[in-house]
């Protein structure tokens, strides 16, 4: 295996085990779920970006379903949630800071994966965002959430920035894990932003569902 | 490009900018998302349709995701939400004329792409109809609605109709681009009328939770 | 046609029609929708875990869209419903054995169809219960439900055990259809525990929509 594949299934794995852990959580937290329904939560928030880029790139079977290493991580997260996860739930942060280091990484795996796949600047760019942003959309779908793409400023935007710097680095010739670094933290510090802000604004919105 | 090919791109990009406009008014109107969310709850809407219909047919990536002007129309279409649908979102009848104009659109633009990777004739009517639906089931499903293809009586009907219009003119050697302008009329026409009834009957169908 | 493709095709169809029928009947007796909602809801009840499936394993267009008699089963199974759901959707037990006849059918032809495609045997028991589930879950996040695999400890893992039963059987080298009952009935049998379980315990478990 060479460094690049190395460093994409790093980013993946990590991001993987951040986001079975948040969903995982969430789903004690928010849905009052069940064990199972909580490992439940926590594989799809965990897989569903990577199965959403790997079905755009005809990447199939999806890497996070067909390599065992994904399933196992993933697996892991929901594990450590419902052992860990009573101590846990009453503490916001821990899920906004787990989501954010998912959502991070995964922009940036995205981003680089669709480069090895030759779809196009821009599109390495959006589908970067969509591999960030389609776990968390799916788990919030999945307990009746409005999804925190739509709800908050700052969640879309880093996913693109991240994806952005990613493509700019690749287009330079920079190499590619400090540039996977660099990417994946102006990520994470723009989306702390944005959930210290909400943490300090409770946001009001509600839906008008007879509008 | 041929002539088929163009008429497929203009349906389709079109379509998108409808969709894109009543995705971002709806999230404006009825989600109240901000300016982020009203963007990205428009681009889902936009581009939902073209993408399950180009996974279907197993041609990836999705030209509304491979194809820059599909991404550029629909962020358009958001922008120009943003910028007047201020003036606009009190305004209930252009969201359901712009949904109509995409779902008529792109029932015929789905239809015609199936029946150009030969998917068989019923698959093709289908294939239109889910291309036409999809999109605004996908920003129900996003902000908590129950999908109108689920709730109106006039909806995958005229989906229906407006595809198989244009696989029965395409089997009878009819010309492609008069046959599509007849058959998004037809699906038009009859979704207008539904829009009509549903406006003078107010739905008051509401969803049994506990059930 | 072999012997091993027709088995696969009939617990296809057979689990098509109970769910085509399960999602009809609750459309009726849960989300109150009208015909056209009825229909629509069991075809993407009865369809959305093949298409999944085959979305998977780069089986496209998917079985489930690509011969008609999976759109005909499929439309049958609505049209019963529609004709004699009034008879029935006071009774909440047909549309749950429905429901566990579809999941248990689509969990051995899943993992038989994974298997055909050698995914690997860890994938193939997965992609059993996705397939299993993915019909269910899709139905309950249109009408805007926490799906059932989320609400319910004996729903994945009921599906889990068929599909394993089928790779262990298939790799034992034990003949395909003997091997493919005792799988459906083990998982119908673990499904209708569970049933019986939430029916005697009704849930409390409410969703915190603030958290």
């Known amino acids: 295996m060479d460094t690049s594949s190395l460093l994409l299934l790093a980013l993946d794995l990590i991001g993987t085990f951040a986001f079975a852990l948040d969903g995982s959580l969430t789903a004690i937290r928010v849905a009052r779920l069940d064990v199972v329904g909580v490992l439940t939560l926590g594989m799809f928030t965990a897989l569903g970006g990577g199965i959403i880029r790997d079905v755009f ?7 996070t379903f067909s390599d065992w290493r994904y399933l196992a991580v993933a697996a892991l997260g929901g594990l450590v949630a419902v052992t860990f996860g009573p101590h846990m739930h009453r503490l916001k942060l821990p899920i906004l800071v787990l989501d ?9 795996s995205g981003a680089l994966k669709a480069l090895d796949f030759n779809v196009g600047l821009v599109q390495a760019v959006i589908l970067g965002a969509i591999t960030a942003v389609g776990g968390g959309t799916l788990r919030d779908m999945l307990i009746g959430r409005i999804p925190v793409v739509l ?3 700052l969640y879309a935007i880093p996913a693109l920035a991240g994806a952005l710097v990613v493509v700019i680095a690749d287009q330079l010739g920079a190499p590619d894990a400090p540039a996977a670094v660099g990417a994946a933290a102006l990520c994470f510090g723009i989306r702390m932003l944005g959930v210290r802000f909400d943490l300090n604004v409770p946001s009001p919105r509600g839906i008008d569902r007879d509008a």
Do not use: K, M, N, T
């Open 57 to 63: 790139i005809d990447s199939l079977p999806p890497a």
């Open 100 to 108: 954010a280091v998912g959502l991070s990484l995964f922009a940036v």
């Open 151 to 153: 709800r908050s400023e």
